[in-house]
């Protein structure tokens, strides 16, 4: 019975992660997200004040003292970075990672932008440009879609989302950033509390030294890294229907050894590669793109939930059914 109940509680906070609870976990500490769009509607609003009364040390006189206050300062609103044609890629992914630090961690325990991971590539990008245009606080999900915006117009970086799972103390966290590979070394773009769980400069020679870095950061708070999960290139097509591949390998890092580990990351950079010279899906006509709409101000838009796709132990690999093209959120191609 243990077995069987640490299974389904395993399931569940992998359903959880794909597709989203009005209230997540992470670590134990609860948060909610956003689903109202821009401008927070009221009940959202007052909901995330409540929660910061509940959670913060002080919240409830905190929250009286920011609500009650007349003179509270101006916050800069930073500007989107722009480049010289001699800027390096290093510097550009530097200064990619200076902005999105500059919008600041959400510590409010309440998700801004409510990102849907089954949604196409062009959905999620119109979040990406109302994240510039609101300026607001992010968590680690939405700076890996900013990320990916911001670097669509760099043919040479490929971007890849790569999450992590970690346990201490008795409770999972969850943590995902966006990897980059350009000149032949990884790195990483992302946000997180802690410094060394985000930017990684473009310096690492395999994705086994990348992840390794990650390890030993981990480390560094005794947590002991469980899982990690490994997507596909993103497409560099701002309006491509074609969704994100989140999980392309799924490796267990605590029970695979360092060599396995090595070869599994090996075999998965090999798979990354074999991508870039297969064609993506077609992008909408200019007038269908223009009668789509954003994501958030569409309340007609239809919402499809994915079946699972059964769990495969590290080694094996993942295989995918095929989907038609008329099955994402609405998104039709006509020829």
Request: net charge positive.
């Amino acid at each position: 019975m243990l077995r069987a109940t640490v299974g389904s509680v395993e399931e569940r906070d992998e359903e959880q992660e794909d597709e989203g609870e009005e209230e997540l976990r992470d670590g134990g500490v609860p948060f909610y997200v956003n689903r109202g769009g821009l401008p927070v509607d009221e009940e959202t609003w007052e909901r995330m004040w409540r929660h910061v009364a509940r959670i913060h040390p002080t919240g409830e006189a905190l929250g009286k003292e920011i609500r009650g206050a007349t003179d509270l300062p101006k916050i800069p609103v930073p500007s989107v970075p722009t480049y010289q044609p001699t800027t390096t890629i290093p510097q550009r992914l530097e200064a990619i990672q200076k902005y999105i630090r500059e919008l600041q961690y959400n510590h409010t325990g309440t998700q801004f932008f409510e990102i849907k991971k089954s949604r196409p590539l062009t959905a999620l990008m119109d979040i990406a440009k109302e994240m510039t245009r609101e300026a607001l606080p992010i968590k680690c999900l939405e700076a890996v879609i900013l990320g990916i915006y911001l670097t669509n117009n760099m043919p040479g970086v490929e971007r890849f989302p790569l999450s992590f799972k970690s346990h201490f103390s008795g409770n999972h966290f969850h943590h995902i950033v966006l990897g980059v590979h350009s000149g032949g070394r990884f790195g990483a773009l992302g946000m997180s509390r802690r410094e060394d769980l985000m930017f990684k400069p473009l310096e690492f020679r395999t994705l086994m030294d990348l992840v390794q870095e990650f390890e030993g950061a981990y480390r560094g708070y005794w947590h002991t890294l469980r899982k990690v999960k490994i997507g596909q290139y993103v497409s560099h097509d701002p309006h491509s229907v074609e969704q994100i591949e989140w999980k392309h390998s799924i490796l267990d890092v605590d029970k695979l050894t360092k060599e396995e580990l090595r070869k599994e990351l090996e075999r998965h950079t090999r798979d990354m590669r074999l991508k870039i010279g297969k064609p993506a899906p077609p992008s909408p006509t200019k007038d269908r793109r223009n009668s789509m709409g954003s994501p958030l101000r569409g309340p007609g838009s239809p919402i499809r939930r994915i079946s699972r796709v059964e769990r495969r132990p590290s080694g094996e690999k993942k295989v995918l059914e095929q989907k038609s093209s008329t099955d994402m959120n609405g998104y039709q191609i006509r020829v």
